[in-house]
Nanobody, 126 residues
Framework: QVYLVESGGGLAQAGDSLRLSCAVSGSVFKLSYVGWFRQAPGKAREFVAALVWNDGSTSYSNFVKGRFTVSRDIAKKSMYLQMNSLKSEDTAVYYC???????????????????WGQGTEVTVSS
């Protein structure tokens, strides 16, 4: 079992930066992938970024490439999402997700993740 707790959300102005954190506990040694997804009001949950826990290989959605950076600190059992140049369309609830299986499916697929956090809200005003 893996437990995830997000933090760092809040209110920002367009162009600002925010850093989200995801604290991971439980069977961390089993982790394969960890990722960030978001859900805006009235919209479906969408992939933001993810990485392979052990080697740090990353994947990003096209709409955050060059603005967001995903990283992890294995010693601190934490994952981060550095969000720069925020836009109003980045407003959403951001969820941390984790998987403990290996798959040929892309890290952007929500179905590969067994564990989800409760979400942290990010509001960007223009």
């Amino acid at each position: 079992q893996v437990y995830l707790v997000e933090s760092g959300g809040g209110l920002a102005q367009a162009g600002d930066s925010l850093r989200l954190s995801c604290a991971v506990s439980g069977s961390v040694f089993k982790l394969s992938y960890v990722g960030w997804f978001r859900q805006a009001p009235g919209k479906a949950r969408e992939f933001v970024a993810a990485l392979v826990w052990n080697d740090g290989s990353t994947s990003y959605s096209n709409f955050v490439k060059g603005r967001f950076t995903v990283s992890r600190d294995i010693a601190k059992k934490s994952m981060y999402l550095q969000m720069n140049s925020l836009k109003s369309e980045d407003t959403a609830v951001y969820y941390c997700a984790a998987a403990d299986i290996w798959t040929n499916d892309p890290m952007s697929r929500p179905g590969i993740y067994q564990y989800w956090g409760q979400g942290t809200e990010v509001t960007v005003s223009s």
